[in-house]
């Protein structure tokens, strides 16, 4: 199947762009070429901006009853194209067809902003001032790849709760993915203008959005070298900023925890998403007096639970990286800890045995990492994990936190007052125990790992001017 895909979703319709840049998509489990995507330019910015603003009057001001309206035809026509979205992960992708979360995810997030919106209010008395919380303007939305239908959804669903109108820049090498969502969302019938989507590379299509007078807030994620270059973009225009970015996330495992129970959920936080994700917990911390048993248990549970290979086998957990460029990155870190004296204990650099084809990486896990290594300190962003010894609690929290990333932690323990204990010690925005999670908790990071936060209350308000008024 190799299909063209040569419109922009532009003011209400599908339309030719002005840019005309051929981008070729692969199929990273073969690494053949599926289709190509024609993207976007400034000038598609300048009419999608366009659009975006003389959409923003009317939509700015409906009603919330109106505004969970066409959030619940946006949920509903997601929902019914999940097949179609599975099929594109899929084969774009490589997402390993247990991962159902990247194409389960995108319906999700328009019912968790429907249940936000609910109980959310615009008015609130302050003393003698009445607060209005107010739409921010038109809002530039610039999502990944690693869970295109899903960063796409959720910003989209934020911002049109907030009232704001919306372009949004999702990542050239999801074409496919953000085809199908687009096709889906535009049968909700939003007003024209409202939503606009326009695939382009972000030195194109991402800074033209990030430098556009009109625009008068950004929301992005990715990498942090990415996220400094839109914060200094924005600052010319003082844009707000959401910035989702990357993370180096430690799993602590304590030692009373369950060795099953706490290899097994570390090993999934991770390898989640082939290891291709922001939150993927890639530092395991485990006790200097378990270590040997707990690093026998992550060898045999790797090579049995955690295996790579064709993303359509239900067997496989892990499936390639997304692009040639993204599997020599990891390979390049591969043989980095190697160099600086880590130890192999499952993976390694290559291609896994059976797979010649592809972009596949060998799930990997070193030992004897100090916290001070080039593979404990930057983001993979593949399935390469580092198992790091502490000596005693306080050690734990101190390396845990010894990183320039802070946007996710995991801690397995069978005492939960230990664990909460050891979590409030934690610079991260949030904090997983024993894999609990509550997506309309806010999702961010600290330091590093980015500004703002997602999700919910905390992130409908970052779409949100307030305005007091006193009388």
Known sequence: MHHLID????????????????????????????????????????????AAKRALPAWSATSKAERIDALRRLQTAVAAHRDDLLEAVTVEYGAPRRNAFLVDTPAGAFADMIKTLEEFEFTRTIGRATVEMTPVGVAGLITPWNADAFFISDKVATALAAGCTVVCKPSELSATQTQVLTEALHEAGLPQGVLNIITGRGDVVGSALTRHPDVAKISFTGSTATGKVIAREAVGTLKRLTLELGGKSPSIILDDADPEEAVTGALMAGFVNSGQACVAGTRILVPESRQDELLSLIEKKVEEDFRTGDPRDPATAIGPMVSEGQWERVQRYLHRGIEEGARVVVGGPGRPDGLEEGYFVRPT????????????????????????????????????????????????????????????????GRVAINGGYEPLSPFGGFKQSGIGREYGVFGLEGFLEPRSVMV
């Open 7 to 50: 419109k922009v979703y532009l003011d209400g319709e599908f339309v030719t762009p002005h840019g005309t840049e051929l981008f070729d998509l692969h199929n990273p489990a073969t690494g053949k070429v599926i289709g190509q995507v024609r993207l976007a330019d400034e000038v598609d910015v300048e009419a999608a901006v366009a």
């Open 365 to 428: 896990v070193f030992a004897d990492v100090t916290n001070d290594m080039t593979i404990a300190r930057e983001e993979i962003f593949g399935p390469v994990l580092s198992v790091i010894a502490y000596r005693d609690e306080d050690h734990a929290v101190e390396i845990a936190n010894d990183t320039t990333y802070g946007l996710h932690a995991y801690v397995f323990s069978a005492d939960l007052e230990r664990a909460r204990n050891i979590a409030s010690r934690l610079e991260v």
